[in-house]
């Protein structure tokens, strides 16, 4: 058990669609990051929060947009959903900024349909 | 463009023999690497790491060899277990900002390990 947590495991919509995804980080760490895996793929990174402020931008689509709330808790925000967007979404956490050691949590498996 | 390259997506290898897992990158800017571990249904587990400045670091049947002029390393487990079975995650991260992802882990696509009985 890595101490990150997201909610929730599965999900299933339509094209079109909204959703989104919740990550809590490990107690203590201040850095989350949102990677998606889709099939035959590594893990993309996506974005970076580190103590509630944006700090890396990865491969995120204009339809996706993310949050870290006060309590560090992240939000990852999926709309206009296309049949492309179906893949695994994993959040990670660190203590500090840099991207070494981070800890996954077990992952959101969207599927639209 | 992938910057981390695993070119081998699976490998068997039989119980209590050596497996050996390659990983390439392009980026020379990079400068600490790690290894991660996924079984299915779960999130990738940090194995093992080095940092640019070393070219090996071993933790009991896992050690991870970095040769910089090449741009390549490698993670070794010995002896192989079956419970080693998992999709292994060469990634790598820079401290210096390049294009805004700075200290961003970047992955390569895993290479399935299977380790027969």
């Known amino acids: 058990d890595s101490g990150v947590t997201q909610t929730p495991k599965h999900l299933i919509t339509a094209t079109g669609q909204r959703v989104t995804l919740r990550c809590s980080p490990r107690?203590?760490?201040?850095?989350v990051y949102w990677y998606q895996q889709s099939l035959d793929q590594g893990l993309q990174f996506l974005i970076q929060?580190?103590?509630?402020?944006?700090?890396a931008k990865g491969n995120i689509l204009e339809r996706f947009s993310a949050q870290q709330f006060p309590d560090l808790h992240s939000e990852l925000n999926l709309s206009s959903l296309e049949l492309g967007d179906s893949a695994l979404y994993f959040c990670?956490?660190?203590?500090?900024?840099?991207?070494?050691?981070?800890?996954f949590g077990p992952g959101t498996r969207l599927t639209v349909l | 463009d992938q910057q981390v390259k695993q070119n081998s997506p699976s490998l068997s290898v039989q119980e209590g023999r050596i497996s050996i897992l390659n990983c390439d990158y392009t980026n020379s800017m990079f400068d600490y690497f790690l290894w991660y571990k996924k079984y299915p249904a779960e999130g990738p587990t940090f194995l093992i790491s080095?940092?640019?400045?070393?070219d090996k670091n071993e933790d009991g049947r896992f050690t991870v060899f970095l040769n910089k002029s090449a741009k390549h390393l490698s993670l070794h487990i010995v002896p192989s277990q079956p419970g080693d079975s998992a999709v292994y995650f060469c990634?790598?991260?820079?401290?210096?900002?390049?294009?805004?992802?700075?200290?961003?882990?970047?992955f390569g696509k895993g290479t399935k390990l299977s380790v027969k009985p």
């Open positions: 107690s203590g760490d201040l850095s």
């Open positions: 929060y580190y103590n509630g402020e944006e700090r």
């Open positions: 080095i940092s640019s400045i070393k």
């Open positions: 990670a956490s660190s203590a500090g900024t840099s991207g070494n050691e981070q800890f």
């Open positions: 990634a790598a991260s820079a401290m210096w900002d390049y294009g805004g992802s700075q200290g961003n882990l970047i």
